[in-house]
């Protein structure tokens, strides 16, 4: 009986050490340590043998039978304190991992990437300028001079009598052409600011601006260029039409519809029953503007025109109020 209890308490030792988890603990109870476990059975053989010898193996027994209950609790303690003990809650490691959370885009940064892209790929290169901008050539320089009434749609932030928070993207026709000679052809993306605010306003707002300069540049190719523009960005089948309009850097100047994107051209509440959305101001640069850059109106001719990103993210969305953009409520934004 003794060679059994020593047998016992060298294997009760190991498989102690090889449990590592709640489970294998409770297994390693039942196996040696419960009422009908093995150490039970050797115990019962304490019966047989010679009254003489039965204090000494009774000490022993009792020792083996402590020291694994010490060594049991000592053990559970352990793995508790990596929260693997018997009721503690366990980790199922066969679920997938959890992911951080990406982040994206904003919507009006996705649609401007989208622009810049079918620009580029129609030759276009991309040119930024700076927000706070100069009157001159935010105004002046765009055949815009003081208190000519044109200001007064801007609903400018001035810095200072002769600086401001530009109000559109044209004043980046003038410094492309300040600094090239034409050919040109370009696109500038960027942040514009007016004093303004409602459902269809905020005060800073993106437009992207177009430019080609070159001999014998003609309305045809503005209208050439914008078709296939808008082919691109929404369907294919989208209708576009002109509308006389005037802009001070552009003669003749236009405005831009496209068939209704919402209704198709049905009549809905978007397009206020017509049919059509106004998305873009264009024209041919006027010379006065060419004469400011130093390019020769004789010789070269062009075509301007200015979008608003804002307009086209919420006409591609069906996105009715422009505020939603800027409340950076991350369940409106991670829609796109
Ligand atoms: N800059 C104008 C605006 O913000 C838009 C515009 C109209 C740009 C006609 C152009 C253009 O380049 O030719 O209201």
Same mark, same amino acid.
């Given at each position: 009986m003794e060679a059994e209890l020593h047998r016992l308490q060298? $294997?009760?030792?190991?498989?102690?050490?090889?449990?590592?988890?709640?489970?294998?603990? $409770?297994? +390693?109870r039942v196996k040696y340590l419960g009422r009908k476990g093995l150490f039970t059975t050797v115990?019962? @053989?304490? !019966?047989?043998?010679?009254?003489?010898? /039965?204090?000494? *193996?009774?000490?022993?027994?009792?020792?083996?039978?402590?020291? *694994?209950? $010490? &060594?049991?609790?000592?053990?559970?303690? $352990? *793995?508790?304190?990596?929260?693997? @003990?018997? !009721? &503690?809650p366990r980790s199922d490691l066969t679920l997938p991992g959890r992911l951080a959370p990406f982040g994206k885009s904003h919507p009006v940064t996705q649609v401007m990437e989208e622009v810049c892209a079918i620009f580029e790929g129609l030759g276009f290169a991309v040119a930024e300028g700076p927000d706070v901008e100069l009157d001159y050539y935010n105004f002046e320089a765009l055949n815009i001079?003081?208190?000519?009434? &044109?200001?007064?749609?801007?609903?400018? +932030?001035?810095?200072?009598?002769?600086?401001?928070?530009?109000?559109?993207?044209?004043?980046?026709?003038? /410094?492309?052409?300040?600094?090239?000679?034409?050919?040109?052809?370009?696109?500038?993306?960027?942040?514009?600011?007016?004093?303004?605010?409602?459902?269809?306003?905020?005060p800073m707002f993106h437009q992207v601006e177009g430019f080609l300069v070159d001999r014998k540049v003609s309305f045809g190719d503005l209208k050439g260029v914008l078709s296939v523009f808008i082919a691109k960005m929404f369907d294919k089948k989208t209708p576009i039409r002109f509308r006389p309009s005037f802009f001070p850097f552009t003669e003749p100047s236009a405005e831009v519809d496209i068939g209704c994107v919402i209704c198709k051209g049905e009549g809905c509440r978007v397009c206020?029953?017509?049919?059509?959305?106004?998305?873009? !101001?264009? !024209?041919?640069?006027?010379p006065a503007v060419f004469k400011m850059v130093g390019y020769d109106p004789d010789a070269y001719t062009g075509f301007a025109f200015g979008l608003g990103m804002e307009r086209i993210a919420m006409l591609k969305y069906g996105i009715t109020d422009i505020r939603m953009f800027y409340e950076n409520d991350l369940r409106f934004l991670s829609q796109f």
């Open positions: 060298t $294997e009760a030792r190991a498989a102690l050490t090889a449990s590592v988890n709640a489970l294998g603990l $409770e297994a +390693f115990m019962r @053989a304490l !019966g047989d043998v010679p009254v003489a010898e /039965r204090p000494r *193996l009774g000490k022993l027994a009792n020792d083996v039978r402590q020291e *694994l209950e $010490e &060594a049991f609790a000592a053990r559970e303690a $352990e *793995l508790a304190g990596s929260q693997m @003990a018997v !009721g &503690a001079p003081p208190h000519h009434p &044109a200001r007064d749609m801007h609903d400018t +932030f001035y810095v200072s009598d002769s600086v401001l928070l530009r109000t559109h993207t044209s004043p980046m026709q003038v /410094r492309a052409m300040q600094k090239a000679a034409p050919p040109l052809r370009m696109i500038a993306p960027g942040k514009v600011y007016r004093c303004d605010s409602d459902i269809t306003h905020t206020k029953k017509t049919g059509w959305l106004e998305i873009l !101001g264009a !024209g041919l640069i006027d």
